[in-house]
């Protein structure tokens, strides 16, 4: 009869040992993953101008940023803009957008250890320099996040030292919003922003490879300033013997610049320019950010970024 009774009370010992052991166990696991969630809430910042043109807008910016949520399912995808101008009016009519300094110090509040910026602007320029680098280099310095990384702009890498070649892949998306027949007598003109303190290379080495590839297309900038600017795709139309001109915004948005600068009906308009030299002309007002193959390349440089390639 002892010998059972003292079988009884080893076996409720062994049974309590566990129960403890695993309570610890399970508490220690609980633990473990509440600082395991903090240290792995990521994000993803895409940083664009931006615009005042809600349906561009939607069309262009939620389009990039919702293929971006597609592809990175763990992260948390936010929008910031770096255009003053164009936050205070959207504000003036309730809607509120982030600059780029609100919103990785929100994450920072929030607990994000691991953050990647990337910016919808088409090159490395002064926007780029001055909106979003300098922002971000704020943040590395104050080590603000244990990863804090930027997704290059679309015309960055042009293949050096076995790096992509920026300018072929984007060529090849422009092809696809493209005619699909090259008639000799037309061509595309691309209008992009151009820098209004210092020339940006990107548009004429897009030129180049948009040429390489064999597509009647023609870059130019509405910053007069820069090149190629208006006078420069003119020249180049008349040496190609072009006759018919289809204009379309080599900007993410199709906003003011497209809308007015483009295709508006002032005189000074690059359509009535045009028209005024003796071309046909269409427009085309679609942003980049329509471009499925524009949005894969953002897609691709947060991915680049992540790896830090």
């Avoid at 389009?63 to 990175?72: L, Q, T, Y």
Wanted: no cysteine; aromatic share 6%.
């Amino acid at each position: 009869m002892m010998v059972t009774t003292n079988k009884k009370i080893r076996y409720r010992a062994a049974t309590v040992m566990v129960a403890l052991m695993l309570l610890f166990s399970l508490t220690a696991l609980a633990a473990a993953q509440a600082v395991h969630g903090t240290a792995a809430k990521k994000a993803i910042v895409v940083t664009s101008f931006g615009t005042t043109f809600d349906e561009a807008r939607a069309a262009n910016i939620d389009s990039v940023e919702n293929a971006i949520k597609a592809g990175f399912p763990d992260y948390d995808v936010r929008r910031a803009f770096t255009s003053k101008i164009v936050m205070k009016r959207l504000a003036e009519r309730g809607i509120i957008i982030d600059s780029l300094e609100e919103a990785l110090a929100k994450l920072k509040k929030e607990g994000y250890r691991e953050v990647v910026v990337q910016t919808t602007l088409l090159t490395p320029g002064e926007e780029y320099d001055n909106k979003v680098m300098a922002v971000v280099n704020k943040h590395l310095q104050a080590k603000s996040f244990d990863k804090l990384v930027v997704g290059r702009p679309l015309l960055t890498y042009q293949g050096e030292n076995g790096t992509t070649d920026d300018f072929l892949v984007m060529a090849n998306a422009l092809k696809q919003q493209m005619p699909v027949l090259q008639l000799p007598d037309r061509a595309v003109v691309f209008m992009g922003h151009g820098s209004p303190n210092r020339h940006n290379p990107a548009y004429g080495l897009l030129q180049a490879k948009l040429t390489e590839i064999g597509l009647n297309a023609v870059v130019g900038v509405v910053e007069e300033t820069d090149h190629p600017n208006f006078a420069d795709a003119l020249k180049m139309l008349e040496e190609k013997g072009y006759k018919k001109v289809v204009l379309m915004p080599l900007m993410l948005v199709a906003g003011d610049h497209a809308n007015n600068d483009m295709a508006g009906d002032e005189d000074d308009s690059w359509k009535n320019l045009l028209k005024k030299e003796g071309y046909q002309v269409q427009t085309y007002l679609h942003g980049l950010g329509e471009n499925t193959a524009v949005q894969e390349i953002y897609v691709q440089h947060v991915r680049d970024a992540i790896l830090g390639r």
